[in-house]
């Protein structure tokens, strides 16, 4: 395991009206079910957050980032990541905070 995982946290959840990091799902929020996914697989995990956002549920050992770039969407995020991501490995898995129903395969 020495490829991070991204996971993109810094969208305004304007459409779902709370941010989609905090939506529960079994028991769980969107955010901690994707970290609990990714963990199996890739360390360390990288959150990235637009800036001034409060996150709950962030694992320990997590690296959270903000948006160095704003006004962009998910490209300002992305950029964040894989900036933190570059001493930790050639290959990084990235996803949304919206996509909670992945599965290590």
């Known amino acids: 395991m020495d490829n991070p995982g991204i996971i993109l946290c810094g969208g305004l959840g304007r ?7 905090a939506l529960p799902i079994g028991g769980q929020t969107y955010l901690q079910r994707i970290q ?3 963990s199996a697989i890739c360390a360390p995990l990288i959150v990235s957050t637009r800036p001034h956002q409060a996150l709950r549920g962030v694992a320990d050992g997590t690296i959270v980032v903000s948006d160095r770039i704003q006004g962009v969407g998910p490209l300002g995020g992305l950029e964040a990541s894989l900036r933190a991501a570059s001493d930790h490995g050639p290959v990084a898995v990235v996803i949304g905070c919206d996509y909670p129903l992945i ?3």
């Open 15 to 21: 459409r779902m009206g709370i941010a989609k990091d």
């Open 36 to 38: 609990a996914v990714l």
């Open 103 to 105: 599965e290590p395969g």
